[in-house]
């Protein structure tokens, strides 16, 4: 089965301003590094559609949605202290947002196994009402309700490596019991939530699982709770479709964290949850980016990342 690489030009545009490390050379640099590998062209290359502002909507409330328009439209606007629009910002936000829906679409039909969404801005940190954290639309929230929504998966489990916790994701999801949040970040660390006592609430508790790490944590580490941890959790949920929320800053070249992840790692991570996916969800698995500003380290990890999952297999 061929891996789908979810990807547009146009996620270029966002700027959150000089010297930002949430750049977009950071998806420039995937490419490019696939395509100097002669990879590029073994991929099934797809090419988003903006995202209808109604599918944005079944996350993010609608004044929300609309005060981002019109901030791009004002911009340069500073969002919070990390996080800014530019002219080509709403473009971007909503192709990064209908690459996640694409994904979906593509491998709910069955013609990739898997697909990873090259694009940005990254969404994880992103509030029902809130820019945050480099963020502004939680396009993997918006990837579980279309799944959900469109192709009727009743389970959907979502798997968040970046080196920060998920904030946005798990609150929109913490009371849901049909969308599993796992997370395993640097802890204490930014955006200071995800401690193992955030489990989730109401009809959803028992349905959010954190498991903090301490800085310097690296392969062995990350390997031991995907298989001890993660996997058994993944048999009890049993999901219809993984999706995995990116990020590559954990990696221990990454200028922003304080982890020792290296490409292996990743490619670790990826094969436990591949075989899970196999076991549980006919293989589907929908990887979106989220951090990872070491250019060279992240080229080298998405490659791993995508040779897990079976791109380049003859």
């Keep these: 089965m061929p891996v789908a690489f979810v990807y547009h030009d146009d996620c270029l545009k966002h700027s959150n301003g000089p010297g930002h490390p949430e750049r977009p050379e950071r998806v420039a640099a995937i490419r490019d590094h696939l395509a100097r590998r002669g990879l590029l062209d073994r991929l099934l290359v797809v090419r988003p559609e903006p995202c209808p502002i109604d599918l944005i909507a079944r996350v993010h ?52 196994g898997a697909a990873f969404v090259c694009t940005r801005p990254p969404g994880h940190h992103a509030e029902r009402d809130r820019a945050m954290g480099f963020c502004l639309f939680n396009n993997i929230a918006i990837a579980a309700r279309r799944l959900q929504e469109r192709h009727g998966l009743g389970r959907v489990l979502i798997v968040d490596w970046d080196v920060h916790h998920g904030n946005g994701t798990q609150h929109l999801f913490e009371d849901d019991p049909t969308v599993f949040y796992f997370s395993v970040h640097q802890y204490p660390f ?10 989730g609430r109401g009809r959803g508790a028992g349905f959010t699982l954190n498991c903090p790490m301490p800085a310097g944590a690296g392969d062995g580490e990350y390997a031991r709770v995907f298989r001890q941890v993660l996997a058994p959790e993944i048999d009890r949920v049993q999901p219809e479709a993984i999706l995995i929320s990116a990020g590559f800053d954990a990696h221990r070249a990454d200028p922003l964290a304080g982890m020792s992840l290296t490409e292996d790692g990743y490619a670790g991570m990826t094969s436990i949850l591949r075989a899970s996916a196999d076991k549980h969800c006919g293989g589907r698995i929908i990887s979106l980016l989220e951090g990872g500003y070491d250019l060279t380290a992240l080229g080298a990890s998405v490659e791993a990342h995508l040779r897990a999952l079976g791109a380049f297999e003859e």
């Design 61 to 112: 409330e609608p004044r929300y949605i609309e005060a981002i328009r019109r901030a791009c439209e004002r911009a340069p606007v500073q969002l919070d202290p990390d996080t800014a629009v530019s002219p080509g910002s709403w473009d971007a936000a909503l192709l990064s947002a209908g690459g996640a829906v694409a994904a979906c679409d593509a491998v709910v039909s069955g013609e990739p």
């Design 190 to 199: 930014y955006p200071g939530t995800g401690s193992a006592r955030e489990t």
